[in-house]
């Protein structure tokens, strides 16, 4: 399966929303994606994962290295719609501790 990546702007936040897989082989895509809005100036970053179906430690270090560049950037990582299967993959390598993850969807509720 393949990964489809939408982005929107709404009120200076870009909004990414995925769905698919987040793998070997969607990550590099991903990453660059997500290095594009990482290094603009004090960027505000929600990803929506409400579809991410799969997604194993290859996805995991691509929002490693999109938190890194939009630290040095002075922005701001949020992630919501994270199922609790995702979610336990952030809880398990302990990724809960630095980044924003939520359930709720911004707007609404899951």
Known sequence: MNLSIDVQMKDEKHYITLAGEIDAYT???????????????????????????????????????????????EGKLKFVGVSERIKRLFDITGLTEILNVNSHVEGGVK
């Not at 990803?47 to 040095?72: E, P, Q, R």
């Open 27 to 73: 990550a590099p895509e991903l990453k660059n994606r997500f290095m594009e809005l990482a290094h603009l100036s004090e960027p505000y970053i929600v990803v929506d994962l409400t579809n991410v179906s799969y997604m194993d430690s290859t996805g995991l270090g691509v929002f490693i290295a999109l938190l890194k560049a939009i630290k040095s950037s």
